[in-house]
């Protein structure tokens, strides 16, 4: 983002007063002219639905690029915030978010706009500029993500998300001694990756064809393949996941524990 006349800033407001507190905002850019680059910074503050200004217009002959803004909502209600460029009066507006209390709206000259979660979860926002951003939740695996409404289609957003769950015993599964499991998740638009193991506190065997557990994070659209491999040497084989429902395409014999993993649609 780059201011390149005298008459051009960049500016914030909100839809909303304060109730408690401003927003605190820190923006960083470079002054670039035909001989200089000198490196700059700046923090403000917000003044409620009153027009500040956070990055000022550079000087003459001087181009001022933009590489981060931060603006953090330290108030206890969510705010419709604004960012807009101001071209000699002229207001074009940038984003408009609907900014939730202990959320941080960020621009970056390599991500562009993004949002950070009260959970920390980053959110690229991939949506052309002016348009509304709210609050929706998702409660996949009982983990809170911030979820996008750019738009009635929002199978292109790419929302980073990542979690816990523990996978069930599935009916395939021989276990002697205590069932335990683990598994991780990781979420990239429609692209979801997951991983972990089961285990016995003996052992755990698979039947072919058997269920391994029945309550994948995610569930897959189209049927996906996976691996599963035991903590020993000993041969592994292709899984499937249908669903929720992660399937073992051909036996393993007992071992003290099992590891799986597979990437899929959702």
């Known amino acids: 983002m780059i201011l390149d006349a005298t008459t051009k800033s960049i500016e914030i407001d909100l839809g909303e007063a304060h109730t408690t507190a401003a927003l605190p905002i820190v923006v960083d850019y ?26 000022a217009a550079p000087a003459a002959s001087t ?23 101001n071209n000699n009066t002229t207001l074009r507006s940038l984003i408009v978010v609907t900014l939730g209390a202990g959320e941080t709206l960020q621009y970056t000259d390599v ?3 993004g949002l950070v979660t009260t959970a920390g979860v ?16 998702a409660t996949a695996a009982a983990h809170a993500v911030r979820s996008d409404q750019l738009s009635a289609d ?11 769950w523990t996978p ?37 065997a698979i039947t072919a064809a058997g269920q ?4 994948a994070p995610f569930n897959s659209s189209p049927t996906a393949i996976g691996m599963l491999q035991p903590n020993s040497l000993a041969a592994g ?17 007992a071992t003290p524990q099992i590891h799986f993993s597979c990437t899929y649609q959702v």
Not at 122 to 137: D, E, K, P
């Open 237 to 253: 084989g292709l899984s499937l996941l249908a669903g929720v429902i992660f399937y073992s395409q051909a036996a393993i014999a």
């Open 30 to 55: 470079v002054d670039l002219t035909t001989t200089t680059t000198v490196a700059g910074s700046a923090d403000t503050a917000s003044n409620g639905t009153t027009t500040v200004t956070i990055v």
């Open 111 to 113: 991500n562009g706009w």
């Open 212 to 215: 391994v557990f029945t309550n």
């Open 122 to 137: 980053y959110a690229l926002i991939n949506g052309s500029a002016s348009q509304a951003f709210s609050v929706a939740t």
């Open 154 to 164: 929002n199978t292109n957003f790419p929302i980073y998300s990542q979690g816990t």
């Open 63 to 85: 181009q001022r690029k933009v590489n981060y803004i931060s603006v953090y909502n330290a108030d206890t209600v969510q705010h419709v915030t604004t960012i807009q460029l």
């Open 168 to 204: 069930n015993q599935g009916a395939g599964l021989t276990v002697v001694g205590a069932y335990s499991s683990a598994g991780y998740w990781k979420k990239v638009g429609n692209l979801v990756t997951i991983g972990g193991y089961i285990q016995g506190a003996t052992s755990v």
